[in-house]
């Protein structure tokens, strides 16, 4: 009786003392595993802090390089993803065709230039034929006004025979180099703060060979930066252009009829210049002939009066047996 009354006091609380010790031994699992990496962590801080402070002054220039050098492999893999960064496109075209008359075409094409704010960096004229003249033109124009540009000089034209636009997207180049061109500056300034607290002569010459390094390296960066600013800002157009030619006018020098008349004159000229290269041949050899021809003479005449006298003494001689 005693046992049921024990049971039934005490039969309530087992299922709240399941749970309790279950909690209890979930934190104690939990603290156990914190305490496993506690000691890993506590033992790599003092060691990291003991070897930076057993590092030599100097040690300091060699950080700033490996510093900068990090730096610059973290620059080299950056793709500019802003949308406040502007997109950097190098464009260039070339046209090559048939004009009208070349100086009217030309005073034309120069108040072209002039209206969209560019310049002609050079040009070329050749004579091809009697008649008709050839050339090359290069033209730069701000990026803003190459189409309107390359839609004039099509008018220009009588006839387009080939057209060529192409673009080259530098936009990452660009981002990626200005951003290292950021890291060499900041590591300039860390050296120069080094310098500044140099101890011995070891300790400048050190310094100073390391900044004359970064100073070259800012320096070419800076001049492809601006390189590629200038390329970006100015479009280039080639422009190759000849008067219509004489030959077969009305194919305009083109065309089954227009290839047989050039061939026809090619080989005439090249009829004239064998010639002229023989004539030019025998004059040059002229002296040389003339000795030739002298020195055979005379030997010929020898020759026949060597041979006189024997024909007269064998004559002689073949009658005296008669």
């Known amino acids: 009786m005693l046992y049921k009354i024990i049971m039934t006091i005490f039969g309530g609380y087992m299922g709240n003392i399941k ?3 279950s909690w209890g031994l979930i934190i104690l699992l939990l603290i ?3 305490n496993d990496s506690a000691p890993e962590m506590g033992y790599d801080a003092p060691e990291a802090a003991e070897m930076m402070a057993e590092q030599p002054y100097m040690s300091k220039a060699a950080i700033g390089r490996e510093g900068e050098e990090a730096a610059d492999a973290e620059s080299s893999t950056i793709i500019p993803e802003q949308s406040g960064q502007q997109r950097m496109l190098i464009q260039r075209a070339s046209l090559q065709g048939e004009i009208g008359e070349y100086d009217p075409w030309f005073s034309q094409l120069q ?9 002609i960096v050079n040009s070329v004229t ?3 034929y009697e008649d008709a003249r050839s050339g090359n033109i290069t033209i730069r124009v701000p990026q803003d006004g190459f189409e309107a540009m390359l839609g004039a000089l099509k008018i220009s034209f009588s006839q387009i025979e080939s057209e060529q636009i192409s673009g080259d997207d530098v936009t990452e180049e660009f981002y990626d180099l200005s951003a290292r061109l950021d890291n060499q500056r900041k590591a300039e ?3 120069q703060e080094i310098l500044r607290a140099a101890k011995n002569v070891k300790e400048i010459l050190e310094v100073e060979r390391e900044l004359t390094r970064v100073r070259e390296n800012i320096e070419r960066m800076e001049g492809r930066k601006r390189y590629l600013q200038d390329q970006v800002s100015l479009s280039t157009i080639e422009v190759s252009w000849h008067e219509p030619y004489p030959i077969m006018s ?3 020098g083109r065309g089954f009829w227009g290839t047989i ?3 026809f004159e090619q080989g005439l000229r090249g009829f004239a210049d064998v010639l002229s290269g023989l004539i030019a041949f025998l004059i040059a050899g002229f002296p040389v002939y003339a000795f030739i021809i002298a020195a055979g003479w005379g030997l010929v005449r020898l ?3 060597a041979r006189g006298p024997k024909k007269a003494v064998k004559a002689s001689a073949t009658k005296d047996n008669k």
């Open 19 to 21: 749970v309790l010790l």
């Open 32 to 34: 156990s595993c914190g």
């Open 111 to 119: 108040e072209l230039v002039r209206r969209q704010k560019g310049f």
């Open 126 to 128: 050749r004579q091809t």
């Open 189 to 191: 300034q860390r050296l």
């Open 250 to 252: 009305g194919t305009r």
């Open 261 to 263: 008349a050039r061939g």
């Open 303 to 305: 020759y026949r009066r």
